[in-house]
């Protein structure tokens, strides 16, 4: 009898921004601490995992010619942590993952850990396993810290490393304008960088998480904008000066706020709404103080299947 093969499954799968990132002390392990409460954005990958003979990733799109294609790329290691969990073969796996980028790569928006997220949905759904998203989380952790966050969506208080999530309610929909950068930054690079201020004087820290959540459920952006704060900003900035240029282009094109997104160097602008958006994403490309400019907004759902057209 011939074997069926199941046809691919595309995923999407969004980005993160953080409005609140708290940076603890570097721990003896070499981590850092983090209370975050992360939002998805509109601005996505997609991801499709089909079964072939040839086995490996390919990458197309935003900034595809700088991410590794071999076990390094966080899908295949998605791809080998699903099959350890299926029991599978990982020396004989007949999976193609097909990445479409629209997230910047290196940009503090959680690019790869998204494309990791949406191959364990994706895999998940090729395979048929029978597998919860409390189970998928468990596996999610296991690749990355974002990993988890970007399988879920929507907006989450996120402890340990970003791992650990709860949810937090927020009906309301916000408006970002995006603002990438030439080059990427390396997220250990910028956490050194932040221990080294940290060693060298007192870098300005972000207040309390509670009125970032108050400001969530009132779903006002005058009050959330008040309260965006990164620990990691100080040290992005210190690492590209020219974020400084960035952040205020951004605010003086009528946003209400600019944040560094993550460990940057994306900076996020945080808008009155999407008419604004478009206005401030329209102004700031012409101000000749990034590379590119996106508009997005979130929350959103996470790693979701838009494509599978195989029986249920
Ligand atoms: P975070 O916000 O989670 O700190 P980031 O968005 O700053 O991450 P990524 O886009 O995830 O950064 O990329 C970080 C590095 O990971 C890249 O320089 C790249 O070499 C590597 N990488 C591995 N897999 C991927 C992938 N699927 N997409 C993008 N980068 C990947």
Redesign the pocket.
């Known amino acids: 009898m011939l074997a069926v093969v199941p046809p691919p499954v595309t995923v999407r799968v969004p980005?993160?921004v953080n409005l609140h990132l708290a940076v603890g002390d570097r721990r003896a392990d070499g981590y850092h601490d983090l209370a975050t409460v992360f939002q998805s954005l509109s601005l996505t990958?997609e991801v499709t995992v089909a079964v072939a003979d040839e086995p490996g990733?390919e990458?197309h799109g935003e900034?595809a010619g700088?991410?590794?294609t071999g076990a390094?790329?966080?899908?295949w290691r998605a791809v080998e942590e699903l099959a350890r969990y299926a029991g599978r073969d990982i020396s004989e796996l007949k999976v193609r993952v097909v990445?479409r980028?629209g997230?910047?790569?290196?940009?503090?928006?959680?690019?790869?850990?998204?494309?990791?997220a949406a191959t364990l949905v994706g895999l998940a759904s090729l395979w048929r396993l029978e597998i919860g998203r409390d189970e998928l989380a468990v596996l999610a952790a296991k690749i990355?810290?974002?990993v988890p966050f970007v399988l879920h969506g929507g907006v989450a208080l996120g402890t340990g490393r970003g791992e650990q999530l709860v949810p937090v309610l927020s009906r309301h929909t916000f408006h970002w304008v995006l603002a990438f950068d030439r080059r990427?930054?390396?997220?250990p690079k910028v956490y050194a960088e932040l221990d080294r201020l940290r060693a060298d004087g007192e870098p300005p820290a972000v207040g309390a998480v509670e009125p970032v959540l108050e400001a969530l459920a009132s779903g006002d952006p005058r009050q959330l904008a008040l309260l965006l704060g990164n620990d990691l900003q100080p040290a992005a900035v210190s690492l590209r000066p020219t974020l400084r240029r960035t952040l205020r282009a951004g605010v003086q094109a009528g946003a209400l706020a600019g944040t560094v997104?993550?460990?940057?160097p994306t900076c996020a602008f945080l808008c009155e709404s999407g008419e604004d958006a478009l206005r401030v994403a329209a102004e700031l490309a012409g101000a000749g103080v990034c590379r590119t400019v996106r508009v997005a907004h979130g929350p959103v759902p996470g790693a979701r299947v838009v494509n599978d057209e195989s029986p249920r």
Do not use: R
């Open positions: 980005s993160k990958d990733v990458v900034g700088t991410v590794p390094s790329n966080l899908a990445i980028k997230i910047p790569v290196a940009g503090g928006m959680a690019g790869g850990s998204a494309d990791a990355g810290s974002d990427g930054l390396s997220t997104s993550g460990s940057g």
